[in-house]
């Protein structure tokens, strides 16, 4: 490529986990109260998985199941805080900085507005960013389909890079 084009790159993640009673409720790094959190190998953090892979797509390497399989103990109940800090350090490996993330999570429960600032304070730190590189939002399903019903938690994200 061109020195003067810049190398920019854009990455889709998605992730959904069902809930499951007496789990650990944690979304981008924040624990909720609740009886019920979601059910996963890791800490099943789908907000964290999504941006994992957001950024994974957007250097052009394999998703998240790939480098940390769900079937390998040394990740069972890990805290998806120390997946994206290993994503990270990926990307800074292969002269990738991140310009932006921005994800979404699709819930009828837990209601997270509260909790947002606190999320985005632990991405920003596991990504090695500033807390304004993070956008994190939540919708509702509109009681639609097995989102709607609050059978699980969905998310989205979206991730710009540039090589460096």
């Known amino acids: 490529m061109s020195n003067n084009i810049p190398n920019i790159r854009v990455g889709?993640?998605?992730?959904i986990h069902p809930f499951k009673d007496g789990r650990p409720m944690?979304?981008?790094g924040v624990t909720f109260e609740t009886p019920y959190g979601l059910d996963g190998h890791s800490d099943a953090d789908v907000l964290t998985h999504a941006i994992c892979d957001a950024l994974l797509g957007a250097a052009g390497l394999a998703d998240i199941g790939?480098?940390?399989?769900?079937d390998d103990p040394k990740y069972k109940g890990i805290n998806s805080q120390?997946?994206?800090?290993e994503v990270a350090k990926s990307l800074k490996e292969r002269s990738f900085i991140i310009g932006n993330i921005d994800a979404m999570l699709i819930a009828e429960k837990p209601k997270i507005a509260g909790s947002i600032d606190q999320m985005k304070s632990h991405i920003a730190a596991s990504a090695n960013i500033e807390t304004d590189q993070i956008?994190?939002?939540a919708t509702t399903n509109e009681k639609l389909g097995s989102l709607g019903r609050a059978e699980g938690i969905a998310a989205l994200a979206t991730a710009l890079i540039m090589k460096i």
């Open 12 to 15: 889709q993640g998605y992730d």
């Open 26 to 28: 944690v979304l981008g």
């Open 66 to 70: 790939h480098f940390f399989p769900n």
């Open 82 to 85: 120390e997946l994206l800090k």
């Open 135 to 137: 956008g994190v939002k």
